[in-house]
């Protein structure tokens, strides 16, 4: 383990955030290990200098701490208390960052867990894509422990540029999946838009810069509203993965008997946007499945 101030961190989740995520800190000079599941991407990851271990045992030894930047709250639940997990090693970090959008449920279950094993857990989900993370601009909305979050912000404030301490754990993930049905209740919103000005034959690029100077103004109608209006849809977030960020919101609903109609829209619709053949592209494509059902 590190034994200066700056500790030895490791990443689980090398990819299309997880990636940008760990260059920005080897580029403050802290040394970052990553444990590759997918060895298909271990050449991109070893090129950009984090030091690559395929055994997990001592992955585990060698960190301070753990940041998780994967998919799926199943996932995360593995890596830190499945049957081969974390928690059943001997050596192993006392602090983990979840970066990852998970269930915040899941979230607080797992955190007790760790708890007794004196590992704090720390939820850091993030809003702002690919670029954001490149750029170390991320919003990184925190659950966890005030005194922990405290001593890690010289960390947060190297990967992200809106940083807010929302309260305790779990509450991160709340805030992700209140984002992440305000971004796709917009996308939908500028999709429904876009098609009212195409009945009308009016250009759309007109009409996106006439909401721009008003009420309607928002960076999803910047961002994604470009993206729809020059059909470019590469990937800044994947629509596969708002679809599963919708899941957990429909799931948060369901769980505390709330009845979200918009939520239920979107969910509906970002999924179909999915199986359309979309998964892959930007989330924005959703406008794609709007405007086929209004042929």
């Keep these: 383990m590190a034994t200066n101030s700056k500790k030895n961190i490791g990443i689980i989740g090398a990819g299309i955030i997880g990636l940008p995520l760990a260059v920005n800190l080897i580029k403050k000079k ?22 690559l271990l395929d055994n997990l045992d001592e992955f585990f030894s060698k960190i301070d701490i753990l940041i998780l930047a994967v998919s799926e709250t199943k996932d ?12 059943k090693f001997n050596k192993k970090p006392s602090i983990v960052i979840d970066m990852s959008t998970i269930c915040p449920i899941v979230t607080i279950e797992i955190s007790k867990i760790l708890s007794k094993n ?11 894509g690919e670029i954001g993370a490149i750029n170390g601009t991320l919003s990184i909305m925190i659950g966890g422990e005030k005194s922990i ?39 939908n919103a500028i999709s429904e838009a876009y098609i009212i000005a195409d009945k009308f034959r009016i250009n759309k690029k007109n009409i996106r810069e006439a909401l721009l100077g008003g009420f309607a103004n928002s960076k999803i109608l910047e961002v994604h509203g470009e993206r729809m209006l020059t059909n470019s849809y590469r990937p800044g977030f994947k629509t596969k993965l708002h679809a599963k960020d919708l899941r957990i919101a429909k799931n948060i609903a369901n769980k505390k008997k709330l009845i979200l109609k918009g939520t ?16 892959e592209k930007d989330s924005s494509s959703y406008y794609l499945t709007i405007k086929k059902k209004n042929r």
């Design 149 to 187: 979050v405290n001593k890690l912000m010289p960390i947060f404030k190297i990967l992200g540029k809106k940083i807010t301490h929302v309260g305790g754990s779990g509450a991160g993930q709340v805030a992700k999946a209140c984002n992440q049905i305000i971004v796709a209740q917009t996308i």
């Design 76 to 87: 995360v639940k593995n890596i830190l208390i499945g049957r081969n997990g974390m928690s």
């Design 118 to 128: 004196k590992i704090s857990l720390i939820d850091a989900p993030v809003s702002g």
């Design 30 to 51: 802290y040394k970052v290990y990553s444990y590759i599941r997918n060895k298909n991407k271990s050449r991109l990851i070893r090129n950009s200098g984090v030091l």
């Design 264 to 279: 239920d829209l979107v969910n509906k619709y970002m999924n179909k946007c999915n199986i359309d053949g979309n998964s």
